[in-house]
């Protein structure tokens, strides 16, 4: 790891196999229950496009990890 996210405790959750909009469901509600010492790491199929300013709306900082075609990791934080 690499990021600013580095630091933090991760919580990592493999949405690789949900449907929408349960991987987006379940990000948010993660990220709205972490603490300043977690990060949350999304694995997905795909880069998950509607989530983003999302995530930007509710002022968190994030690292989209793009490994293959098939793989995302998306590192959600607050700074």
């Known amino acids: 790891?690499?990021?600013?996210?580095?630091?933090?405790?991760?919580?990592a959750l493999d949405?690789?196999?949900?449907?929408p909009p349960e991987p987006m469901v379940r990000v948010l509600e993660a990220v709205q229950a972490m603490t300043a010492d977690e990060a949350v790491l999304m694995i997905h199929r795909k880069v998950p496009r509607l989530l983003l300013p999302r995530l930007k709306e509710l002022?968190?900082?994030?690292?989209?990890?793009?490994?293959?075609?098939?793989?995302?990791?998306?590192?959600?934080?607050?700074?």
Do not use: P
């Open 1 to 11: 790891m690499s990021g600013a996210y580095s630091s933090k405790k991760i919580i």
């Open 15 to 19: 949405c690789r196999d949900l449907e």
């Open 59 to 79: 002022g968190l900082t994030f690292e989209l990890v793009e490994e293959q075609a098939d793989s995302v990791k998306l590192y959600i934080w607050r700074d």
